[in-house]
């Protein structure tokens, strides 16, 4: 039996779903696989483990429960071993090098990569009795690989007499994908919906949408602290960055001073205390863990088997702050203080004077940290919370009245050539800002400032967030995929499955790639190619897997920092001014200065026949060494480069070398703004490696000897056959390779473009084969 103190037990029968436990638990006792839909705040998560527990589902083995946050692990772990009144070393939680799960364990909370990782060692998983698979709407690529394996595990433990219940939570009713999709689910599984008391929100959009969000949220939120009536203020922005920049302005202007200091003795010393360090702190600690944790190292190319979080990075979930904020395409108009109507029509209820109470949320910020929100708030203060979308459905702020939603979020996007993935600040989906204005109904009547207008929401906003899984690139969920065991990816039950012919156009690059073993024509075997020691190794690096190879083959003759730029600034559009800009051959360039200045980054020897990627190279090697000087911009202005272009490349290439010294130990890279141009030897080696990783994109020069026609030679001059294409493509006007048109090259892009009636193709980013 469980013993709740008094206190929690009147808080959980405020809760909604605990009016239809029995429901749930009938419903749950008699269907293998439930899925429960029910409002942000309604109780999913905190009760419905406990009304298991209660129905002892932990007696003999484990209930388990999976976020795709770490931070709702972690939170929501701490909140029911509370409310339980039981210690940590039962209710425990599991996320990636940290956790404080033991044998005792009965309810585990974890990540849906560390699920995901048990289920290649106990592919049954044989130690637990349930599992809830928690926020399913947030469509997490791994949260849907689970879904997918779980709906054939269930029958598997059905059959042997051992059942295994799967419970999919749901904050909205959405969920169709996972009730009609019959080759997930041959029976749909029934839907159980809580409903939850929400009171109405007065949604309040501006005339106008301010690219500064931060500082509109700012402006918005100081008259809602003068104007308007008691209640909790929450605020989202997308970024750690954002809520520390936020949370100290806003403390500033509204500080919690001494004489108000008397109260709660925990809380007086935190107002002002500093805010959590930055990313940097914690990539370090995490580098530090991972020495511990015994990886092997690349250069044995004994990898361990799979490493399924390569694609969550500490504080990954939706929100890394290595990126800034990117240029969004908002309303660019000046942005005068527009006055609020509703706002000024309103007298005077709280005095300026009054203190916010502010605390910052994000998914790095320490748990104890994070505690914070469900504390009291200091007499005579108003609560305020700065938050990423973590508070829009993982945790329920208690308390809250006025939401001041930026309406962006912080997406992952990856680049369709290179797979290098960077954060972008987009706006969020009108499911998204719908969540968010939910947050403010939850004790009473509430607001919900929207600091866009609604025009932008109705045009700009998509009606939901993708999942994951759709936006990923196929060649990399096929090859993570594999790694975990999983062998047939094209028959894979996904609740919004990739596309098929998408995914056998992968499955052969990567055996082209040498990735997966050759795809050996004539015998039919029923089983796809093995992924090859070399395949794991590709698919722990977070880009594409030609590029992955490529850094793969690397780490040798100290290649790696060339590689790792020379991957960021092909991963870059447009960095040298004259390429794309004029993409059409017609155009001669060989006398304009950014040609000259080309073949002058590309001179002598290998570095010449390194070709186009030499010539990035040398521009990022040269900016970079410009901007330790102070001078970038002239420099860019001088030679023909985006100097935006630079920073971005800058950003990937950190980014890469962090996740590198995350995945290999023995490496310790750096990103050197000074870096030299590679010696001829090492010149030669990037060719080669270049080559491995773009195998499926060499060509041949169209031999002109043979070619009798004038006319025709003439217009063949810089043809080259490619594989798979039929007609012949052109060397780019502007490749350094051009005059010199080597017999056989590989290409980075090939490209069609309209000329005169026909279609041309052309190549673009040559190196000489030899
Ligand atoms: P759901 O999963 O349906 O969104 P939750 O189970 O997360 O709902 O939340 C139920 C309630 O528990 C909310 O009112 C929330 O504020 C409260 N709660 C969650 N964690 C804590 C905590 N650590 N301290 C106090 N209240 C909490
Ligand atoms: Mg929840």
Redesign the pocket.
Known sequence: PVHRTDEVQA?RL??P?LAEEQQVMELINEHPIVIVA??????????VPQFLYEAGYAQHKMIGITEPRRVAAI??S??VA?EMNLPSSEVSYLIRFEGNVTPATRIKFMTDGVLLKEIETDFLLSKYSVIVL?EAHERSVYTDILVGLLSRIVPLRHKRSNPLKLII?S?TLRVSDFTENTRLFKVPPPLIK?EARQYPVTIHFQKRTPDDYVAEAYRKTLKIHAKLPEGGILIFVTGQQEVNQLVRKLRRAFPYTVQQKEQKEQQDHKQQEELEPEKEFDLKRTIRNMRKSKKKFLNQISLPKINLDDYKLPGDDTEADMHEVADDDSDPEEHDLLEDDHLNELTDTASTKQPLWVLPLYSLLSSEKQ?RI?QPVPEGCRLCVVSTNVAE??????HIKYVVDSGRQKTRLYDKLTGVSAFVVTYTSKASADQRTGRAG?ISAGHCYRLYSSAVYNDLFADFNQPDIQQKPVDDLMLQMRCMGIDRVVHFPFPSPPDQLQLQAAEHRLAVLGALKPISSGVTTDLPPAVTQLGHVISHFPVSPRFGKMLALSNQQQLLPYTVCLVAALSVQELLIDTGVQRDDDVPSHSSKFHQRNMSWAAGGNYRLLGDPMVLLRAVGAAEYAGTRGNLAEFCEAYGLRPKAINEVRKLRVQLTNEINLNVSDVELCVDPQLKPPSNAQARFLRQILLAGMGDRVARKVPLDEITDKEERRRLKYAYNCADMEQPAFLHATSVLRQMSPDWIVYQEAYELMHGDSNKMFIRGITAIE
């Open positions: 808080a405020r809760l779903i029910g409002e942000t705040g309604s109780g999913k998560t905190t009760q939170a929501m701490k909140r509370h928690d939570m904050a809580v505690q469900f459905t993982s945790l329920t702020i208690p939850r």
